[in-house]
């Protein structure tokens, strides 16, 4: 499958401070990208996603950026909450309905 | 009401046992999918079905066979348990077919422990 691999495997983060959770992909011709969030115990969460005629994308309280010329990814979470705690995944899409996901962020929120 | 649910949640079994996931999906969606994550959280898809008709099968021992009844169920059949198949089995569904690009919804998982 694709690689899809995250910079940093886990992170930690004082309650009310900004996250940012990186993601590099290494297909260049994908064109659209996931970003999920994972509970203990539950499946993946949709969180945002963007397509790759785009390089910023907002929802409420997170951001996407996609750098395609470094090929690379970040989810930003504004005001990180305790109920962010959680795994994050990137997951990258080529062709139809099949994507490839990264090895995850796990995201501790300090209270 | 749960949107893509999968029974069991739990699977405790010996080795070279025969066993099957079930999973449902009340979403009226087209597409549905098995994923495996192993133990380091990595999520790597097997199987994709879209309107009982396979479309994705990645390099997975023949001994998982999917099944789809109809388009609003996946199962999963594993044949001749090994311990290396220990992981966490989360079936998926999307909503259209043909290949759309469009997120997928997760069911909760099935913790799958091979002894």
């Known amino acids: 499958g694709e690689n899809v691999g995250l910079h940093l495997p886990t992170l930690s983060v004082q309650e009310g401070d900004n996250s940012i959770i990186n993601c590099a992909y290494s297909?260049?011709?994908?064109?659209?990208f996931i970003w999920y969030k994972q509970e203990s115990g539950k499946g993946p969460q949709f969180i945002i996603d963007?397509?790759?005629?785009?390089d910023k994308r907002q929802g409420q309280r997170v951001t996407v950026l996609l750098n395609k010329t470094v090929k690379h990814l970040s989810l930003q979470i504004a005001a990180t909450q305790p109920g962010d705690s959680a795994v994050y995944f990137c997951?990258?899409?080529?062709?139809?309905?099949?994507?490839?996901f990264g090895t995850g962020t796990s995201l501790t929120v300090i209270p | 009401d749960t949107a893509v649910s999968q029974t069991p949640k739990y699977l405790v079994t010996q080795m070279g046992n025969d066993k099957s996931i079930k999973c449902e999906q009340n979403?009226?969606?087209?597409?549905m999918y098995w994923y495996k994550q192993d133990s380091k959280k990595f999520l790597k898809i097997m199987f994709s079905?879209?309107?009982?008709?396979?479309?994705i099968n990645e390099t997975v021992p023949n001994r998982f066979s999917p099944k789809s009844p109809d388009k609003a169920h996946l199962n999963l059949h594993i044949n001749s348990l090994e311990l290396g198949d220990s992981a966490v089995y989360f079936c998926?569904?999307?909503?259209?077919?043909?290949?759309?690009?469009?997120?997928?919804?997760f069911g909760p998982g099935t913790r799958l422990l091979v002894l």
């Open positions: 963007i397509r790759s005629n785009m």
């Open positions: 297909n260049s011709a994908s064109d659209y």
């Open positions: 079905y879209n309107n009982k008709e396979l479309i």
């Open positions: 997951a990258e899409n080529l062709y139809g309905n099949q994507f490839y």
């Open positions: 979403l009226g969606h087209d597409t």
């Open positions: 998926a569904s999307s909503p259209t077919s043909g290949g759309a690009k469009e997120t997928q919804y």
